[in-house]
């Protein structure tokens, strides 16, 4: 069932436009992300859906009512702001209680409330503390906690784990996807980073310059990005030129060979095109299979942890990075020939730009 | 970096000098005599709590500081919260006029607020004009005219102060506040009330620790009817030479305004004031 549904909208500051034709459908207790460099129109959108700021042109609405010029504090939004914005005034319960007090509940079941959401989120313990008491990850949890605490429609996030380290922000992850999970509550989520979208989302909608580049499943963004934008934009990618044989219509000449792939009937022969093939997806060495093969020269081998990556050089002078399992005799050195494999169905064509 | 310490160190003492003689040693003296005059002991504080006229001049001060103070600090908190809700060019331009008096002389101010006061004044000739009122008000040369004045004259201080304040609070915590249902008159009393306090706070302070030291403005508006313990002790020193009573009630107001600031300082909302900028 569709929730929240946006359509055709645009801002324009000025003469800066920082969204247009943006059309976004979100089902009841989705988990979307809107994934975008800085200065492409994400927190726009996220900040028109709060009520912060009124499109220039387009609708929103909620459950097919139009929502687009209600002020935020009648659209029963929960949101987790950037920095947190906890009221530095009062303890972590009575942050927690303010949007009840406002609601005028009840002292017993504020109450109860304050202790479910202070359960819910790991804070029993730290009811009477101020946030300036609290650590990042702690502060982070009751400011979920407090834009839950009245049972909103939908929970708006804008980068909330920005401010955080690596490690705690993938406890943080984790601890939002349970939130989601446990909660039921739609949530729209604002972020810049890949990772974080992908190891999350139900579906993320890649922005850039103020339009929705791509939406779908994080899994299908990776596996079968239709942009040149989307392919580089998640996760790490190779990008070659190649063009249509001239003598074949299904065949791509690239990095000094030549392989079938699966073409756009508007190529042609000798069309430029852009190749693209994940990191992980070249292999290494004389082992034996099918694939695409090719040779090229070692360039760098940097060892990284669980994977080893190593840059190549291609016999048409292109580089490219392959990662390999960290194995001890895997020890590829600068100015080696080496032989590599692709899978055809990993590899990705895209017209070039 | 040590040398450079040094050396900074240094070019403060052409002004420390200045200080200390023309300023520390001054009071120092001030507070010799008040002992030593005209005899040795501390006679002249005793005399000072007896004296019927010393405390007239001390519930006088006391009454026009507070009302110069809850006056002053009410007016300045509205004028600046509505500067910083205002767009970047109307808020320069308010700044600027805010800051306007500080380059007109007091004196010019206080006979100003006398022209625009007194009987015959230019507001008292509006009113009568008009019809409002059939006999002039008495609106100068007594507890309302000094403290107009003195409002006045405070007014800039204590909108600077609480600007600077205001405008440190982080707005998203207003926006948390609306997204959380909070409406307008909601969010500015359990929200902005409470974070400015410290602003409040050092403003109070501030005005109320200015207004009992006052001198020009209370002599002039005031007229010798409405006496205050600067322009009291003034007149013990240039026309009735009693060194005794004006060292002595100098050196108690040094004293009383000191306790106020150390207490004051110990405050929560006044720390929290003097603190570096709030957490994230």
Known sequence: MTLLAIEDLAKTYDKVTALTGINLSVEAGEFVTLLGPSGSGKTTLLMSLAGFTTPSKGTIRLDGKDITHLDPEDRDFGFVFQGYALFPHLSVANNIAFSLKVRKWEKARIDARVAEMLSLVGLDNLAGRKPRELSGGQQQRVAIARALAFGPRILLLDEPLSALDRMLRETMQKELKRLHRETGVTFVYVTHDQEEAIAMSDRIAVFNHGRIVEIGPPRDLYKKPATHFVAGFLGENNFLSGHRADDDETMVEAFGTRFSAPLQPRERPGDVLTIWVRPEHIRLGPAPGDGIGFRATVVENSFVGAVERILLRTSTGEQMVATLRSEAHSEYKPGQVVECRIDPAAIGVLPSE | ?280
């Open chain 2, 1 to 280: 970096m040590r040398n450079f310490k040094r050396t900074a160190l240094l070019l403060t003492l052409p002004a420390s000098l200045v200080a200390i003689c023309l300023y520390a040693a001054p009071i120092l003296q001030v507070l010799a005599l008040s002992v030593t005059e005209p005899k040795p002991g501390l006679a002249n504080y005793q005399n000072l709590f007896a004296n019927a006229a010393v405390g007239r001049v001390v519930v006088t001060t006391l009454k026009v500081s507070i009302m110069t103070t809850v006056l002053t600090v009410v007016a300045s908190y509205i004028v600046a919260f509505a500067i910083i809700h205002m767009s970047a060019g109307l808020r320069r331009v308010s700044l600027f006029l805010v800051l306007v008096p500080f380059w007109i002389s007091v004196l010019v101010r206080a006979f100003s607020w006398i022209t625009i006061l007194r009987r015959r004044g230019v507001l008292n000739g509006a009113l009568m004009e008009t019809g409002v009122i059939s006999s002039p008000l008495d609106l100068v040369y007594n507890l309302l005219g000094v403290t107009i004045g003195m409002v006045h004259y405070m007014m800039p201080f204590a909108i600077l102060l609480l600007y600077a304040n205001l405008s440190d609070i982080d707005r998203r915590i207003m926006q948390a506040a609306r997204s959380l249902g909070a409406r307008p008159a909601t969010i500015f009393w359990r929200v902005w009330l409470p974070l400015s306090l410290p602003g409040l706070a050092l403003a109070t302070l501030f005005v109320f620790v200015f207004s009992l030291g006052f001198l020009v403005t209370p002599a002039l508006l005031g007229a010798g009817k409405t006496l205050m313990i600067a322009e009291y002790i003034s007149v013990q020193i240039s026309s009735t030479s009693r060194w005794d009573l004006a060292t002595s009630l100098s050196t108690m107001l040094l004293l009383v305004v000191g306790i106020i600031v150390f207490a004051a300082m110990r405050s929560p909302a006044l720390r929290a004031a003097f603190v570096a900028r709030p957490q994230q």
